[in-house]
């Protein structure tokens, strides 16, 4: 049942790809009294999922973390199993978790095409079929799903084939979620973001001139920030966008058109 707190709706959120970026900045973003959450990050993000997990709590909310690699098979599912072990319910999920792989063809090799595809489509099919159950039959049922202009616009400049696949069959699952779910009154989303800052030191990340490039390819002149892309997540969450499923949220900049 919906129970409101502070003007915000008690749930409980699991998200991938928590410890840093768009991950990150959604769960500091939801953090408040009455929102369970559960944080996870791959092996490398251990440290900052917990400092992730110590600004959540002290803005109110009630976390668990959860350490996986997603490239190995199970991890989605035990990711569920634990939010639901916790806290006895899962209302929504945000998949965050991500690589960038830009090997082009002739380099790409078979694994790391793989790689992806269980990182990001994988894991997500790992996620709602055991998630399934429980987001049926929530009052504010919400799936969104993190992909990227690359999806969108292949160029030489952001030409990352393994990983552009792997976003493009996430949205291609997320559609076919939303109308399977359309009925339960259970929401299913994507955001697009183009050039997003990253954290220091990331992997994928460009170095300062590759940055500035990017800017200046971007029709806004600027960069992204994660918080722009949780803004928007933030509101797909909302019970304002339950009429909203089965669309993608373009916040790019103009980077996608044209």
Known sequence: METQLTGQIERTVLISGAASGIGAATALRIAHPGTRLLLHTGGRGKAQLADVKARCTAAGAECVTFVGDFGVAGQGQACVELALSSFGSLDQIVHAAGIVRKSPFGELTTAEFN???????????????????????????????????????????????????????????????????ASDGTTVNCVIPGYTQKDPGKLGSLDEAGWRRA??????????????????????????????TGTSLTVDGGITLG
């Open 115 to 181: 790689l992806c595809m269980s990182v990001m489509p994988g894991a997500f099919l790992e996620m709602i079929t055991a998630a399934l159950p429980s987001l049926r039959t929530s009052p504010i049922g919400r799936v969104v799903v993190v992909s990227s202009f690359i999806a969108h616009r292949i160029d030489e400049f952001s030409l990352a084939p393994a990983s552009a696949s792997a976003k493009a069959a996430m949205e291609t699952l997320a559609r076919c979620l939303a109308l399977q779910l």
């Open 215 to 244: 800017a200046e390819r971007t029709p806004t002149g600027r960069l992204g920030a994660s918080t722009d892309v949780a803004a928007a997540i933030e509101f797909l969450l909302s019970e304002e966008a339950r009429q909203i």
